[in-house]
């Protein structure tokens, strides 16, 4: 015979509360006591809808954060794409850093990577040019691909 787990406070309309307070961003530590649960319940739940026997309530509770955060994520992307667009030009910085969809090719941190591809592939060019022996060149590439974690073509 299976145990169910009862929810004594656990029920639809408090998954609501917890969705629009997930929406606004807050955390699970003050989502539970705003919405008439402990944090511990909180946990305890998700933790449980990952499980292998998950009860209805705690897999619905677990899609009503997961909704309303990406809800909440969308309307500060929204906003922040409006102001971007309105010629805020805090908010067009934020974007291009922070998003997604643009944080891999605009963002400081990609300048950055990129310059870094583009030194360690004239170096390796650089080398080729130099008439290094094989061994010698293999050495270099060893040392460059060590301090740099890159990894080069090494010639056998």
Known sequence: MKLTRRHYK???DVIEKVRILAEFGAPL?????????????IWQSLKNAKG????????????A???GRAAGGMRLI?????QA??????????????SPAFRDHYSDSAAINRARQEGIESAVQGLQAAG????????????????TG???????
């Open 78 to 82: 929204s906003r922040v794409a409006e």
């Open 150 to 156: 890159e990894k080069l073509p090494l010639s056998e």
């Open 65 to 67: 954060i997961e909704a």
């Open 10 to 12: 656990l029920n639809d």
């Open 132 to 147: 290094l022996t094989p061994e010698q060149e293999r050495m270099v590439l060893l040392q460059i691909s060590a301090r």
């Open 29 to 41: 530590e003050h989502i539970g006591p705003a919405a008439g649960i402990s944090y511990a319940t």
């Open 52 to 63: 292998p026997n998950p009860t209805r309530l705690e897999v619905k509770l677990s899609e």
């Open 85 to 98: 667009d309105n010629g805020d030009l805090k908010a067009a910085t934020w974007m291009l850093t922070h």
